[in-house]
């Protein structure tokens, strides 16, 4: 799948660096992405987006030093801004993408206001679907951090042909403060969706997959639109187990009169299938990028990753039927993409979920916190007009 990532505001512009860093290294040429931000000093610290393809754009409004956490002024920038921004898409390419994926913070301003801007002009211009992976703030980042999430969520869900979220408040470890965890969780967030995101890209080297993944797949799992959360699980490699299987049936082909013993081959067979099985469990009942109620998800796809010789279609195929009995939609794709790695990684998408507990908390934080500032500002303006000045109270 290749994929234009566009990253906005601090975190997200850090996010796509390590995206298009991890490619460089892998060679694969599946990525290529932009950052947009309002602060000179956060383009400036990126190492892998060129130059060229570092935006920065509110010059006029807030002099290239940020618009802080106030997301109006984020949208509001963007929106006055657009065209240079989808110049800047223009002249990077888009003519064999498919997809656009925004990836940002939001609990900031920047990206946090300007995403949904960005997601809604994207999708009037260019046929290819518009994603989104939005980072949402773990509780203690402070309640404008969380408001600010819960505002441009409900926003962008709507933009946006379809929204991941991670969750940095399941991810931080405890005592842990998020400031000190950012790279590690970034780390984590690239990790997951480089896999999925390559997906369908053919490894010369390697060869074709079992059961090919490619971009349609990934596409129509989404269209749904709503909120998607992506489990992961690695295991090392059968290589050196499966080695020395084969020197001792080797032995025993050998002993009759080189013939393939069929019990063996079975027993290989179900070794791969069984641990193809109960990696995408681990995948799926363990840590999402979104704890959510995997069964209430619609749709979901099954996407193993690791050296041909690890895959198995038999173990593939039981790991969708055990997804789809998981979940409330039948609709499971499957299926396998070789890489060079001494690990096999499985991903599983859980596109379209209904319940999840954070989104919720949420949102009835951003309620609370409106309803405070409703509550402030009619004292002061009570203040006012009984001749107080507030800030003498």
Known sequence: MRVFFIGFGQAGGKIVDMFIEQDKKLGTNSFRGIAVNTARTDLMGLKNIEMKDRILIGQTMVKGHGVGTDNVTGARVTADEIDSIISAID????????????????????????????????????????????????????????????????????????????????????GESVKSAFTRLNNEVVRRFSVLFRAGEVNRS???????????????????????????????????????????????????GGKKDANVEVLMGEDRSAKIVALVRRAMLGRLTLPCDYSTAERALVLLAGPPNEMDRKGIDKAKSWV??????????????????????????????????????????????????????????????????????
Not at 139 to 150: C, D, F, I, T, V
């Open 324 to 393: 789809e009995e998981n979940i409330a939609g039948v609709e499971v794709r499957g299926g396998d993409y070789p890489v060079n790695s001494e690990y096999v990684a499985a991903v599983v998408m859980l596109a379209t979920v209904g319940n999840a507990p954070r989104i919720k908390e949420l949102l009835d934080i951003a309620k609370e916190t409106k309803e405070d500032v409703i509550k402030s500002k009619e004292k002061k303006s009570s203040m006012f007009e009984e001749g107080i000045d507030p800030l003498f109270e």
């Open 206 to 256: 390697m060869g074709v997959g079992e059961m090919v993944v490619d971009s349609s797949e990934i596409i129509n799992t989404l269209r749904g639109g709503g909120i998607t959360s992506v489990g992961y699980a690695v295991s090392e490699v059968m290589s050196k187990q499966t080695k020395d299987k084969r020197g001792l049936f080797g032995d025993l082909k050998d002993k009759f």
């Open 91 to 174: 002249m990077r390419g888009t003519h064999d993408v498919d997809a656009f994926v925004i990836v940002a913070g939001l609990g900031g301003g920047t990206g946090s206001g300007g995403s949904p801007v960005l997601a809604r002009h994207l999708k009037r211009i260019y046929r290819e679907p518009v994603y989104a992976l939005g980072i949402i703030p773990a509780p203690e980042e402070g309640r404008l951090y969380s408001y600010n999430a819960a505002r441009s969520l409900t926003t962008l869900v709507n933009e946006a042909d379809n929204t991941f979220i991670f969750d940095n408040s399941a991810w931080k470890n405890e």
